[in-house]
């Protein structure tokens, strides 16, 4: 078992990062979720776009900041936690937003999927990316690229020098997913016309989703509430 969930389903890697200073291991946290039937991609024209925006209802509890336990020279005395990222708006950074069970469309991104390590911490917070796409973990002067599982699953990063350390690859069997910004603001380009589910996934306030439907050259807005945990 690896965070109370089947290790049937775990996947495990190790990546050099940390300046040097330790290994991080890459483990996945949620069982892997088969696909129906292998992704396809085509050609999309006229594609729709989801323009949208998370918000936090509720106040979100006041985190302590991560006391810092080592390396106080490189990371600071201590780190404001991350969970909670909300602007005065309500809108909650942080959140990865997806198309459930979308069975063909525009074709994978080519650049590796980033995670930076900067005082400490791992940049982006949660990103998803494609399966079988490169990472390439970067810290002081060095980085490392892999590749990521071949199967959809949920992965939490974690840095074996620091325990606050974390991060989250929802790695999906399609490339139609995006990260909201300071503002919980997100879009999602080139949806073939059609009716989806969306879905949304935060480290603290959880998952969530919603019918959508996508129509050839529209914009389709969304707004989605995440109650404060
Ligand atoms: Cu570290």
Same mark, same amino acid.
């Given at each position: 078992?690896?965070?109370?969930?089947?290790?049937?389903?775990?996947?495990?890697?190790?990546?050099?990062?940390? /300046?040097?200073?330790?290994?991080?291991?890459?483990?996945?946290?949620?069982? /892997?979720?088969?696909?129906?039937?292998?992704?396809?991609?085509?050609?999309?024209?006229?594609?729709?776009?989801?323009?949208?925006?998370?918000?936090?209802?509720?106040?979100?509890?006041? %985190?302590?900041?991560?006391?810092?336990?080592?390396?106080?020279?490189?990371?600071?005395?201590?780190?404001?936690?991350?969970?909670?990222?909300?602007?005065?708006?309500?809108?909650?950074?942080? *959140?990865?937003?997806?198309?459930?069970?979308?069975?063909?469309?525009?074709?994978?991104?080519?650049?590796?999927?980033?995670?930076?390590?900067?005082?400490?911490?791992?940049?982006?917070? *949660?990103?998803?990316?494609?399966?079988? %796409?490169?990472?390439?973990?970067?810290? %002081?002067?060095?980085?490392?690229?892999?590749?990521?599982?071949?199967?959809?699953?949920?992965?939490?990063?974690?840095?074996?020098? +620091?325990?606050?350390?974390?991060?989250?690859?929802?790695?999906?069997?399609?490339?139609?997913?995006?990260?909201?910004?300071?503002?919980? +603001?997100?879009?999602?380009?080139?949806?073939?016309?059609?009716?989806?589910?969306?879905?949304?996934? +935060?480290? *603290?306030?959880? %998952?969530?989703?919603?019918?959508?439907? *996508?129509?050839?050259?529209?914009?389709?807005?969304?707004?989605?509430?995440?109650?404060?945990?």
């Amino acid at each position: 078992m690896i965070n109370g969930i089947a290790a049937g389903a775990a996947r495990s890697h190790s990546f050099a990062v940390c /300046a040097g200073l330790a290994i991080a291991g890459m483990v996945a946290l949620l069982a /892997a979720r088969p696909a129906l039937a292998a992704y396809e991609v085509v050609t999309v024209t006229n594609g729709g776009t989801i323009d949208g925006v998370v918000s936090l209802s509720g106040t979100a509890p006041t %985190e302590a900041p991560i006391k810092v336990t080592k390396n106080q020279d490189y990371c600071g005395q201590s780190i404001p936690d991350p969970a909670y990222t909300v602007d005065s708006s309500g809108g909650l950074a942080n *959140v990865i937003v997806y198309l459930k069970d979308i069975p063909k469309g525009k074709a994978a991104p080519t650049d590796p999927v980033a995670l930076v390590n900067t005082k400490c911490m791992f940049s982006p917070r *949660v990103q998803g990316a494609m399966v079988s %796409e490169q990472v390439k973990i970067s810290s %002081e002067g060095f980085s490392v690229t892999k590749p990521l599982p071949s199967m959809p699953m949920m992965i939490k990063v974690k840095c074996d020098a +620091h325990e606050w350390m974390h991060a989250w690859i929802m790695e999906l069997d399609h490339p139609y997913f995006a990260t909201t910004g300071a503002d919980g +603001h997100f879009t999602i380009k080139d949806v073939p016309p059609g009716s989806y589910t969306l879905a949304v996934w +935060h480290e *603290v306030a959880g %998952e969530k989703s919603a019918p959508v439907v *996508v129509a050839a050259g529209q914009t389709v807005k969304s707004k989605i509430t995440l109650a404060a945990k």
